[in-house]
């Protein structure tokens, strides 16, 4: 199982980009997918979630200007995060709890490689 993000890049304060990750490889079942967000010397912080009903939980940091979304049909989580600050800038890392074809009875955790966000001021 594999996740891969993708999106990041610079961009100026008060801009916008949209994250993608994709899960792929033998997967049986999704439950929630997330996004977190890793800055220099700060600890990982949650950034996101959904369920796979579509329920969504945001840090506070974020409410109003970040908006999470997926396609459960694609095994894909997106991130559209609009109104960017400064202090948004990291490194961002999709995740996702899911079963696999091989394990149907737990769920595991699986993380993404990361993607960079700069937003200049």
């Known amino acids: 199982v594999q996740l891969q993000a993708s999106g990041g890049g610079l961009v100026q304060a008060g801009g916008s980009l949209r994250l993608s990750c994709v899960a792929s490889?033998?997967?049986?079942?999704?439950?929630?997918m997330g996004w977190y967000r890793q800055a220099p010397g700060k600890q990982r912080e949650l950034v996101a979630t959904?369920?796979?009903?579509?329920?969504?939980n945001y840090a506070d940091s974020v409410k109003g200007r970040f908006s999470i979304s997926r396609d459960n049909a694609k095994n894909t989580v997106y991130l559209q995060m609009n109104s960017l600050k400064p202090e948004d800038t990291a490194v961002y890392y999709c995740?996702?709890?899911?079963?696999?074809?091989?394990?149907?009875?737990?769920?595991?955790?699986?993380w993404g490689q990361g993607t960079q966000v700069t937003v200049s001021s």
């Open positions: 959904i369920a796979s009903g579509g329920t969504t």
């Open positions: 995740n996702a709890y899911l079963m696999t074809s091989r394990d149907r009875s737990t769920w595991y955790p699986y």
């Open positions: 490889g033998s997967i049986f079942s999704i439950n929630y």
